[in-house]
């Protein structure tokens, strides 16, 4: 199994600047993503974490706001830039170990409360 | 509406009791996961289902898969105070089962029990 760690693990911000979390995994992996789960709401995917190129983002959310680093196969950051109340939420990096794997581990999130 | 649809929202038990989870969507569910989720933590992963007619077990909880792929459910045999938490239910539900880690989530069920 992967452990994975996350700094920080929460953080209250001033709204107008910006969070960089960090994913940090015990093994390499495959795969990384970046999830938000909004107050009461379950999760919803932000992107992919590629290696060495650009993130895949999914519809609704775009680089210039959350813009994501994967330089090895062990680490990923995600940033909240030019935060607003609407940005609090908890942010969840998982990993895939290997493609066709039947298993998808969570960290431990990063509560962020923007002012 | 959501794709992922989770019952009951929010489920109060006495300690031994069993009770059951249920996961529907109207799409094929390729691959589904279920998760424990403590207030404001990470997600621990539970059991991975993806044939259809599928069933796992671990300690006192039991996972289905039908055979139709739509519908999974999740069963806990004498509930313990341990078990309380959210239980979510993620899939991939992608055509092929190609969008590994790409998941779309319920809503979650609010599982209390009580002493």
């Known amino acids: 199994s992967a452990v994975i760690s996350q700094k920080p693990s929460r953080d209250i911000c001033q709204r107008g600047t910006s969070l960089t979390i960090q994913c940090q995994v015990d093994?390499?992996?495959?795969?990384m993503f970046w999830y938000r789960q909004q107050p009461g709401q379950s999760l919803t995917l932000i992107a992919t974490?590629?290696?060495?190129?650009?993130?895949?983002?999914e519809s609704g959310f775009v680089i210039d706001k959350f813009p994501i680093s994967r330089p090895n196969l062990t680490f990923s950051t995600l940033t909240v830039s030019n935060m607003s109340p609407e940005d609090s939420s908890i942010y969840l990096c998982?990993?895939?170990?290997?493609?066709?794997?039947?298993?998808?581990?969570f960290g431990p999130g990063t509560r962020l409360t923007v002012l | 509406s959501q794709e992922l649809e989770q019952s009951p929202q929010s489920l109060i038990v006495q300690e031994g009791k069993n009770l059951t989870i249920n996961c529907t969507s109207s799409?094929?569910?390729?691959?589904l996961y279920w998760y424990k989720q403590k207030y404001g933590e990470g997600l621990i992963f539970l059991m991975m289902?993806?044939?259809?007619?599928e069933e796992k077990s671990h300690e006192k909880i039991t996972a289905k898969l039908d055979e139709k792929k739509q519908q999974s459910s999740l069963h806990i045999t004498a509930s313990q105070p341990s078990h309380a938490g959210i239980y979510l239910c993620?899939?991939?539900?992608?055509?092929?089962?190609?969008?590994?880690?790409?998941?779309?989530f319920g809503q979650g069920t609010i599982l209390t029990v009580h002493p």
């Open positions: 998982s990993v895939v170990s290997a493609v066709g794997s039947d298993t998808q581990y």
């Open positions: 093994s390499q992996v495959t795969m």
């Open positions: 974490a590629n290696q060495g190129s650009e993130a895949t983002y």
């Open positions: 799409k094929t569910l390729y691959g």
């Open positions: 289902l993806q044939k259809g007619g």
């Open positions: 993620g899939a991939d539900m992608n055509a092929g089962g190609t969008s590994y880690g790409k998941l779309t």
